[in-house]
């Protein structure tokens, strides 16, 4: 009997909390659309913080930033929303119109990688796994009695787990480690964890890194798709906003 | 990045080796089907006139119509004689088949005197052609040669230390001189800078002619990038300690990946050599040769890499060493608003230009700059790696007017002068005329072409982590397989075992059935038997009999090369089992069982 209360209690709250996110993203859209861009921020930051961790909120809250020109937590939050939605148009082009106005150019994607970045890890995975669990029971079927159809199926089956499954490796592959982005306007790459080593190649803000390990406050980075180097770790703001389950 | 292929044939030496006392002998001869044939054959020698033990090179080339070939080597004494290559060309101009085949031979001189090659006969189609006979002369081991050899350019132990042969060069000191054949390995740089050229040099040193191509197995480069150089390989004539020999040299440029202790392990070649042989026979003064195959390893070669130094490293350094010059250029002066223009930064010079780093472009703000490519081009030359890295950007301008593109910087690290040094490219200035610039390219800062915000919240994401054993359920569909395929494998062994357990009981159940006809009359005796015979052969054979008259059954059991004494008495056995339907009442088929038993089993044990 209690569960059940519990339960409808939860089911009250619920819309209610939705009609609360959705006041608060009215005001937070308001706020933006007069200019108001660092209250647009917050609010958007505060809708992430109540769990809307979606690529529509990362991607208003990137424009945010963009606006207020934070390129670095703009490109944070676009990276985000695009692990959510990657097929979004208006993200895409935001996206597209920051990292073009940044100091440090990224290389170009692949072809391969391009077309693996339309869309999200549990897409690729949840497709993959679906043409392999039907390929597999076509097969068992097909081990009983053979039949044309089947066999073109089970074809079928195996292009789409070579297709979503090969995405999701060039996916994964193309990511050399954690993303990250460099929030200041400018900082050195170190070849050691500290300042005792040599500073070399500056990463300029908004540039997106991989990172590839640690040692105490430093991070070991990738950065312009080739260079390795160390950067202090309050100069990174992480790209985790959807669940590694989410993206 | 070329490597080096493993177990790659260096170019055969012998022909440079056409010095010493050789002689070479072939021949060729040709069958054709074409009556008119025009048939020509030549001989040379590249030296008429060695020593014991040395050897002559001899080419025979002939020109024919198409026509079969069928080389014929005259007797030549004196003279050990191995074919050490051929050529055979075939060319059809205007449905005319003509070929052309050359033949080498090396000859080993095993006897002093004068010796004439030839003439070589060649037969094609009913035409003749034959060479001008070649006249040699052999000396003595220790004779000198005369100092007026023909065709020849290879080292002679006669001749004076000043009268070295075209393209001598000298021979390190500390060379063995007692091997006919040996092979060393040196870098030129032993501490080199990291990324610095090192060009690892291997030289084959040979006192007599090969046979056949040489193998090359290069060492292990681990830690370095491998550039082959041009040319692959060459050779030249030496003297070690007054013994001659020509070397086979091969060059590969190494650049180290990483500082520290680097080691080349040990590169080997694969050589065979005619070696003279002292004849064990007092009264044989001369010897004979034998092929020798050799595998000759090169000493382990140390580098040691330095790392580049941090002192006076530029900031926009990118890991470039060498000796660079950098250009930059617009592919257009004048260019409308809106329209793009190429900018292309070229460095070039010696090093490895793969490892340059993109030029990083000024603050450009009256332009839309795009992502920039780049082109390498990789030259060797004189055993340098040398090239050009060139980046391609197109820029679109945005404002009209005469717009200036400077402070083009390049950095890298001159191991020579052992300093950083950093280079600029002349200003570039470009005339922009009035344009139409469109809108995704008006020179509005990122901030004013963003697309709105969002209305909707979207899907709030669930939150879930899958765990770790939902991953592993992705095996179910390949264990699901496995284990279908695994119970059909099991269900025909099973089929398999069980028609070997039904023979393995065969007898056993004919008894069993037999013993009733101790109770039994012999009415139901005859059908208790034919009950009891039939399962055995049904369960012992895999094969109903129930239905098969006594002669079927007879016949069958003939096939499986049952005796004929056995098969008889069982169709007595038989014959009596049917008899038995007629018999009066009471009396039994009891005395049949052990008879029976007997049979079935003789016949088990006879199948």
């Known amino acids: 009997m209690r569960k059940l209360l519990c339960l409808l209690l939860l089911a009250l709250l619920l819309p209610a909390r939705a009609e609360a996110a959705a006041a608060l993203l009215a005001k937070a859209n308001a706020d933006y659309l007069q ?41 944070v939050a676009y990276e985000n929303a ?89 996916r994964e592959r193309s990511q050399l480690g954690e993303p990250a982005v460099v929030i200041p306007s400018e900082v050195s790459l170190y070849d050691g964890p500290g300042r005792d080593f040599q500073a ?3 990463l300029h803000e908004g540039s997106l890194v991989y990172v590839l390990g640690s040692r105490g406050d430093w991070r070991e980075v990738a950065a312009l798709g080739r260079v390795q180097g160390w950067l202090r770790a309050e100069e990174l703001e992480p790209v985790d906003g959807g669940s590694p389950g989410d993206r | 990045m070329v490597k080096p292929t493993p177990g790659s044939p260096l170019p055969s030496p012998i022909s440079y080796l056409p010095s010493k006392a050789l002689l070479i002998l072939l021949l ?54 191995y ?14 088949v003509s070929t052309r085949m050359a033949l080498t031979y090396t000859m080993i001189a095993k006897k002093a005197g004068r010796y004439t090659i030839g003439p070589i006969k060649v037969a094609l189609g009913g035409q003749q052609a034959e060479t001008q006979p ?23 132990a006669t001749q004076s230390p000043t009268a070295h042969p075209q393209g001598f060069e000298p021979a390190p000191p500390g060379l063995d001189n007692t091997k006919s054949a040996f092979v060393t390995a040196e870098v030129d740089r032993s501490n080199p800078y990291l990324n610095q050229q090192i060009t690892y040099i291997l030289k084959l040193y040979l006192a007599a002619a090969p046979i056949g191509p040489c193998g090359y197995e290069p060492p292990e480069t681990t830690g370095f990038l491998v550039e082959e150089l041009l040319p692959h390989s060459r050779t030249y004539p030496t003297e070690v300690d007054g013994r001659p020999y020509y070397v086979v040299e091969e060059r590969t440029a190494l650049f180290a990946t990483s500082p520290g202790q680097h080691s080349l392990n040990p ?143 390049f950095s890298y690290f001159d191991p020579e002068a052992e300093q950083y040094k950093t280079i600029e490219a002349p200003a570039i200035t470009l005339d922009v005329t009035p344009g139409k610039v469109s809108k995704r390219d008006e020179g509005k800062p990122v901030q004013d072409k963003l697309a709105g915000p969002k209305t909707s919240l979207g899907t709030k994401p669930l939150g879930f982590q899958p765990p770790t054993w939902l991953g592993l359920l992705q095996a179910l569909p390949l264990l699901a397989v496995a284990f279908v395929l695994g119970l059909a494998s099991f269900r025909r062994w099973r089929e398999a075992s069980s028609s070997e357990r039904r023979q393995s009981l065969a007898l056993r159940r004919a008894k069993r059935e037999l013993k009733k006809l101790r109770s039994v009359n012999a009415v139901d005796g005859g059908k208790v038997v034919l009950s009891a015979v039939h399962g055995f052969f049904s369960d012992r054979l895999g094969l109903t009999t129930f239905g098969l008259s006594l002669e079927e059954l007879d016949r069958l059991l003939a096939e499986r090369g049952l005796a004929p004494e056995l098969r008889a008495h069982l169709r007595a056995e038989l014959e009596a089992a049917e008899e038995a339907r007629y018999a009066p009442a009471g009396q039994t088929l009891a005395t049949h069982e052990k008879t029976l038993c007997r049979v079935l089993f003789e016949i088990e044990e006879a199948l």
């Open chain 2, 83 to 96: 074919e050490t290559g051929s050529n055979f060309q075939q060319t059809i101009v205007n449905g005319q």
């Open chain 2, 134 to 156: 070649i006249d040699v002369e052999v000396l003595p081991p220790n004779h000198p040669l005369p100092g007026t050899q023909a065709q020849t350019q290879t080292p002679s």
């Open chain 2, 267 to 409: 590169a080997r070649v694969r050589v065979t050599l005619q070696q003279m042989v002292q004849s064990v026979f007092a009264a044989d003064p001369f010897g004979y040769s034998v092929p020798e195959e050799m595998t000759l390893s090169t000493d382990r070669v140390d580098v040691d890499v330095r790392s580049l130094p941090t002192e006076g490293r530029p900031a926009d350094f990118g890991g470039a060493v060498g000796d660079y010059a950098m250009e930059a250029a617009l592919d257009k002066t004048t260019v409308a608003a809106g329209q793009p223009v190429n900018l292309t930064v070229t460095v070039s010079g010696q090093g490895n230009v793969n490892l340059i780093s993109p030029v990083a472009l000024p603050a450009l703000k009256k332009f839309r700059v795009y992502d920039t490519t780049s082109t390498s081009n990789v030259q060797k030359k004189d055993y340098e790696v040398t090239g050009t890295r060139t980046f391609r950007t197109v820029l679109v301008p945005l404002e009209e007017g005469r717009q200036k593109i400077e402070g083009l910087k």
């Open chain 1, 35 to 75: 200019g108001r861009y660092a209250a647009a921020a917050e609010g958007y930051r505060g809708l992430v913080a109540q769990g809307w961790r979606t690529g529509e909120v990362y991607y208003n809250l990137g424009n945010a930033y963009a606006k207020l020109g934070d390129q670095g937590r703009a490109r």
């Open chain 2, 28 to 81: 060729v001869a040709l069958l054709g089907m074409v009556a008119s044939a025009q048939l020509q054959v030549e001989a040379s020698v590249d030296t008429y006139t060695v020593r014991e033990g040395e050897s002559i090179n001899l080419t025979v080339s002939v020109d024919a119509q198409a026509g079969d070939v069928s080389p014929e080597l005259p007797q030549i004494d004196g003279f050990d004689v």
């Open chain 1, 200 to 202: 070399g190649l500056k």
């Open chain 1, 82 to 170: 695009l692990q959510l939605t990657p097929r979004d148009g208006d993200l895409r082009r935001n996206a597209g119109e920051l990292a073009a106005s940044l100091a440090d150019k990224s290389p170009a994607p692949s072809n391969l990688e391009l077309a693996a970045s339309y869309f999200t890890r549990t897409e690729l995975v949840i497709s993959a796994s679906f043409f392999y669990w039907v390929g597999a029971g076509l097969l068992l079927w097909q081990l009983k009695r053979k039949t044309a159809t089947r066999t073109a199926l089970l074809g079928v089956c195996a292009l789409g787990v070579l297709v979503f499954g090969g995405l999701w490796v060039v």
